[in-house]
């Protein structure tokens, strides 16, 4: 069955830098486009970042912009955010997701949780 | 830029029906589809509706969803309430400008 698995979160100082993993299997990771979309504790949903099937085009939201890179490794199945510049408010559990017809999200994993702080 | 508005908490009894409502700031619901997916206490969000009204497999027929044109708004209906119903609930849509945009979310007490 699908399923996808979040790594690399963790406690880390502001302004430094922290790269997430989701590896997938249980389907054809080459043909769809993922997300990443975030949960900062205790609040709702933000989306966060999209790449397509062949990473040709990358999306990013307002708030991550500039600082994020989103990239997929499709001969390992896997997905990266690299986050830059990582600010308090970037705190949140990061869950990766495979896109249904570049509208939404068909299946999310089970999350990572990153802390920003001192 | 359009945001999605729902109200923060609703409540209802076993066996009833309930109805969340999720309304599209600016531009028009019609304009793109609406989703929404459930998160219950602890766990993953998962999709219960797709394409305004379509349900993935595996969602019960409990769970029906609708747009309302005149209100600009979607809707989340849940019937036949059950206590594992209780969760947080959130609709979502896309635009080309604004990408993928979430509503801020229901929580849903099953009393």
């Known amino acids: 069955q699908v399923q996808l698995v979040e790594s690399g979160g963790r406690v880390v100082q502001p302004g430094r830098s922290l790269r997430l993993s989701c590896a997938v299997s249980?389907?054809?990771?080459?043909?769809?486009?993922m997300h990443w979309i975030r949960q900062a504790p205790g609040k709702g949903l933000e989306w966060v970042a999209v790449i397509w099937h062949d990473g040709s085009k990358e999306y990013y939201g307002e708030s991550v912009k500039g600082r994020f890179t989103i990239s997929r490794d499709n001969s390992k199945n896997t997905l990266h955010l690299q986050m830059n510049s990582l600010r308090a408010e970037d705190t949140a559990v990061y869950y990766c997701?495979?896109?249904?017809?570049?509208?939404?999200?068909?299946?999310w994993g089970q999350g990572t949780l990153v802390t920003v702080s001192s | 830029n359009f945001m999605l508005t729902q109200p923060h908490s609703v409540s209802e009894s076993p066996g009833k029906t309930v109805t969340i409502s999720c309304t599209r700031s600016?531009?028009?619901?019609?304009?793109?589809?609406v989703q929404w997916y459930q998160q219950r206490p602890g766990s993953v969000p998962t999709p219960v509706i797709y394409?305004?009204?379509?349900?993935p497999s595996g969602v019960p027929d409990r769970f029906s969803g609708s747009i309302d044109y005149s209100s600009n708004s979607a809707s989340l209906t849940i019937s036949r309430l059950k206590s594992e119903d209780e969760a947080d609930y959130y609709c979502?849509?896309?635009?080309?400008?604004?990408?993928?945009?979430f509503g801020g979310g229901t929580k849903l007490t099953v009393l």
């Open positions: 249980g389907f054809i990771f080459s043909n769809n486009g």
């Open positions: 394409e305004d009204s379509q349900r």
């Open positions: 979502q849509s896309y635009d080309s400008s604004n990408l993928w945009v």
């Open positions: 997701a495979k896109d249904r017809g570049l509208l939404w999200f068909e299946k």
């Open positions: 600016s531009g028009s619901i019609a304009t793109n589809y």
